[in-house]
């Protein structure tokens, strides 16, 4: 070898020395940088959206006879992240419906200027629409699009995962959490800060990308971070004048060492239901989307995330209370009041994640819809606590097979989920829920329980064998090689009575309406309504970048308008690069 070239490899070595080590000083801003030009790439050969209906065998194709299709009174706004607190998100709206909504257009866009994961959840409320994203809060004209104010926030976030959620609203005031671990409130006029309140620890990955809901002079919301060893999900409620802490509720087993930050809710949890291998921390059940609440009986329904390590079972054996459940508390104590464990045992990472639906369905039940990420629906009798049905929404292969070192294992729905953030819809006018899934598969292959065992404390704990880190929570199948469905199901009898399949994952809200509509958008930027008694194609165009967030209608001065956020730009999917917006429909 000669000297120049002894030369070259040298500085070679040197600038990769530099590289990797600037890479690692500085890895969250990194990683979503990374991760654009990757999903640039990826993108390159989308196909146009396509959508099409089938129906279940013996429907005619008219209304459900069962239902009641009354009127309901509409004051024409989205006060909460699923409009009602019991999260049914039906609008009595019916300006635009069957007959005329092939009109629909864009009428106007507010573009943020960012790149990021954009799945804010939008409200509306007194003449303005509020959403946020991780550094900045938003309040905008509906009629016209225009700002009225922009709050951004400075700070260093725990992770590299650019979300936020959403915000709540309660007499005045707006509420929104963090990635660096707080609660904020602003006032809803100015955008000015009113108060802040921190509820997680953002050096232990802790971050609070939830949308919070309001109800009562206080605010719910609870700590993301499950997927991190050692961080346990808890949740809060803040006192919506001052941010003081009124209660605080473990969602795992509190040991000791774990801190107290305000007055505990009663809770019956032990860790008996937690077999952890020698030395390893409880892990999991943190929270990352919304709530749901009753205010005929003053419960909370807080939905659960996932066990930690994700993949590794065997670190973690026993049933793992209360990860993977809903967990009902009094919202005013936070005391327990009763669980709904869904996802028996998981090694899928597949949390109970977007908030349940409360209803009353046509034949009188008070029923509990939940839609996770394991890709089914299910109905829960509220009375007597009866699982009603567990309907498959979406591709189901290879669920029972246990992860080993030895073979990697394909699996739908896949670590992506199934449904995430956004869950049931209900319309009491012909009795039928309506959920948007993703059909995308994940293979994986497990580390050995000893190199599970050896992750520090707060990174990422999946155990996934793997040293791409891309692949950290598996390996997912294709770009592209996916789908999506919006099933329309029965509330009482839980079978399906329509379904449209996209060929782009469906996570957007879900949205219908008296005027026989169902709104809704998915990851290819395509924004639909169909007909809600039959999933009848009514108009559908692409309008932006991935529709990954809120989906909401409501009424202004100049006829019914419907807002749907797009632009969702992240690591976990290869989405068309393009930044953050809310665009704003309605009738020509």
Known sequence: MNKAMKIGLGTIAVVGVAVAGTIYMYWNAFVPIAAMGINYVRYLNAPKGELTVETAPGFDGA??????????????????????????????????????????????????????????????????????????????????????????????????????????????????????????????????????????????????????????????????????????????????????????????????????????????????????????????????????????????????????????????????????????????????????????????????????????????????????????LYGFDLDTKEMLYRLPVTAIENVDVPFSPQKSVHFCPGSIGGAEWNGPAYNPQNNLVMIGEVQWCTTVRVDPVKVAERTPKYTPWSAEDSINPYNMWGKADPAFDWAGWLYAVNADSGKWRWRAKTNYPVQSGVVPTAGGVVFFGDMGGNFYALDADTGRKLWGNKIGGAVGGGVITFQTPQGQRVATATGLTEVLWPTEITTAKVSILGLK
């Open 63 to 376: 209304p459900a006879a069962s239902a009641s299709r009354s009127a309901t009174k509409d004051a024409g706004d989205w006060p909460s992240y699923n409009k009602t607190l019991t999260s049914d998100r039906f609008s009595a709206l019916d300006e635009i419906n069957r007959e005329n909504a092939d009109r629909l257009k864009v009428l106007c866009s507010y573009d943020t200027g960012i790149y990021t994961g954009f799945n804010t959840g939008i409200l509306a409320v007194n003449g303005a629409l509020l959403f946020s994203t991780q550094y900045d809060t938003f309040s905008i004209d509906p009629a016209t699009c225009r700002e009225n104010w922009r709050k951004h926030e400075s700070y260093t976030p725990a992770t590299p995962q650019a979300v936020n959620r959403g915000v709540a609203y309660l007499d005045g005031r707006i509420f929104r959490g963090t990635q660096d671990g707080r609660v904020l409130a602003y006032d809803f006029k100015t955008g000015d800060r009113l108060w802040e309140t921190a509820i997680a620890d953002p050096k232990k990955s802790e971050s609070v990308p939830a949308a919070p809901i309001a109800w009562n002079g206080l605010v719910f919301i609870g700590n993301a971070g499950g997927d991190f060893k050692g961080v346990k999900g808890r949740m809060y409620a803040l006192d919506a004048q001052t941010g003081r802490i009124v209660w605080e509720f473990y969602l795992v087993p509190k040991q000791p060492g774990d801190p107290t930050r305000g007055p505990e809710g009663a809770s019956p949890l032990n860790t008996s239901s937690w077999d952890m291998a020698r030395g390893q921390p409880i892990s999991g059940g943190a929270t990352w989307t919304s709530y749901s609440l009753d205010p005929d009986t003053g419960l909370l329904y807080v939905p659960g995330g996932n066990p930690s390590p994700d993949f590794a079972a065997p670190v973690r054996a026993g049933g793992n209370l209360y990860t993977d459940s809903v967990i009902v508390l009094d919202a005013r104590t936070g005391a327990y009041k009763d669980h709904f464990k869904i996802v028996p045992k998981d090694w899928h990472d597949w949390d109970v994640s977007g908030a349940p639906a409360i209803v009353t369905t046509a034949a009188g039940k008070r029923v509990m819809l939940v839609a996770p990420k394991d890709g089914h």
